[in-house]
């Protein structure tokens, strides 16, 4: 039982679509994480935020866009995604203390 | 260079073998250091973390060597259970960095 979730669990849009995934957990973490699992690469990290600030963008494209209103709650904007975005993103949380994520199911994004 | 890389796998082994994972990192700042469990179509799971000292936790051992850059697995007596790909994770400063992941198949 994952106290990370996300939704929804799967997506399949257009190029020219606007949607959002949404993470929320109550583990009381106060760093929160998006990944992109592409198949037969390694999860990219793609933000960080760090009690709400972001703190990471790691050269993703603004057709992706995070956004984190609070500490339990992070977001990814999408629009004109191309399908080689087609992947599964990942959020996650952060244990400060142990050092040890906390994963999300998963949003499983096609983009046709 | 990759800033974490892994052996590439796949590895194919029978139940009740020692199997062993390599991984190195870039950034020699890095601060801490895991090892994480990804089954199939599921999420990553912390599998252990890994100290400079060396830690074993029942049949799994971990290494790092922070001259070489240098984590390693070792998994004995391997069960059907075990397997998955194991990811090497590098942090700092919550920066957290995931080799590609070595996939592990045990067979009867």
């Known amino acids: 039982e994952t106290g990370v979730t996300q939704t929804p669990r799967h997506l399949v849009m257009g190029m020219t679509n606007k949607k959002s995934l949404k993470c929320e957990q109550h583990?009381?973490?106060?760093?929160m994480y998006w990944y992109k699992q592409s198949a037969k690469k390694p999860l990219e990290l793609m933000f960080v935020y760090n009690f709400k600030e972001q703190t990471e963008n790691n050269s993703v494209p603004s057709r992706f866009s995070p956004e984190c209103p609070n500490s339990s709650h992070l977001f990814l904007h999408l629009h004109t995604l191309q399908p080689e975005d087609s992947a599964l993103y990942l959020c996650a949380s952060l244990e400060l203390n142990t050092g040890e994520l906390f994963f999300g199911e998963g949003s499983r994004l096609t983009v046709l | 260079r990759k800033e974490v890389e892994q052996d590439p796998g796949p590895f194919n082994v029978p139940e009740g073998a020692t199997v062993a994972f390599n991984c190195t990192y870039s950034n020699s700042a890095s601060q801490s250091f895991f090892w994480y469990r990804q089954d199939c179509r599921k999420e990553p799971k912390l599998l252990m973390s890994v100290y400079s000292s060396g830690n074993e936790d029942g049949r799994f051992t971990a290494q790092l060597n922070r001259a070489s850059q240098y984590i390693s697995l070792l998994i004995r007596d391997s069960k059907l259970s075990d397997s998955a790909t194991y990811l090497c994770?590098?942090?700092?400063?919550?920066?957290?960095?995931f080799g590609a992941g070595t996939r592990l198949t045990v067979k009867p």
């Open positions: 994770v590098v942090n700092m400063e919550n920066d957290m960095r």
């Open positions: 583990l009381g973490h106060n760093a």
